[in-house]
């Protein structure tokens, strides 16, 4: 069985993914913003250890990654959390699972949520200002070809681990709204059998861009090495952390 870790996870999405991998007999160690966000009890009982931190905030963010270290190894690290509008759009989407990334013990096995709308994100990344968007807020679609980008760039530079970005579709949760028209199941099904299935069942092994296990077709710059090297460049000079 597998140690994995979830961010964003008290609700929607990734507690939906939590109680699967739960379920199916995993050590799972549940990542939430802070004790409100996380008041029941039986999900508590479910998951190995529950990590508290805002992702929104950079000190937050390191400490996090420090709690996590102390619990050992992870065999999986499951990026889930996200927001869709405001000032913490790029903190949370891009800026929190780069600094996991580079301070956490390297995981078998990186999992980043994206999402169809990374498609329409600007490639344009010259102008890109981490310290600026936390004060003005920023694109969600370019947010999530960020995170897209990280997930390859991490994929192609790190071969001896696996890293993936995945789709999950338009699911009604609080952030997709009830009327969303895609499965809640499906929603969560990818992210969980590409912590935890054998590595000879998933093609391309590392690098991939998931929508219900089925590679689909990334936006061009996420794949982009000079895309990649600037944005990595912007984010370590943002946050004095490089990802070695």
Do not use: C
């Amino acid at each position: 069985m597998s140690l994995i870790l979830v961010t964003g996870a008290s609700s929607g999405l990734g507690l939906e993914t939590v109680n699967a991998l739960a379920e199916a007999g995993h050590d799972v160690v549940l990542h939430a913003r802070n004790q409100e966000r996380l008041s029941r009890k039986d999900v508590h009982e479910r998951v190995e250890h529950v990590l508290f931190g805002d992702l929104g905030s950079l000190d937050e963010t390191v400490h996090l990654a420090k709690q996590a270290n102390d619990l050992g190894s992870f065999d999986a690290v499951i990026h889930n959390a996200g927001v869709l509008r405001g000032t913490e759009v790029m903190a949370v989407n891009v800026v929190a699972p780069y600094v996991l990334t580079a301070l956490m013990t390297p995981p078998s096995r990186s999992i980043f949520l994206s999402s169809s709308m990374h498609l329409s994100g600007s490639a344009d990344i010259t102008a890109l200002d981490f310290a600026q968007a936390s004060q003005h807020g920023g694109s969600y679609d370019d947010s999530k070809l960020y995170v897209t980008a990280l997930a390859l760039a991490r994929a192609s530079k790190y071969p001896e681990v696996m890293a993936h970005a995945v789709d999950p579709g338009w699911v009604p949760t609080r952030m997709g709204g009830s009327g969303a028209p895609d499965s809640l199941v499906e929603g969560h099904r990818t992210q969980e059998w590409l912590a935890t299935a054998e590595p000879d069942s998933i093609e391309p092994r590392s690098g991939g861009y998931w929508y219900h296990r089925q590679v689909q077709q990334a936006h061009r710059a996420a794949a982009d090495p000079g895309f990649q090297n600037v944005l990595l460049q912007k984010l370590e000079d943002h946050t004095g952390i490089a990802l070695l």
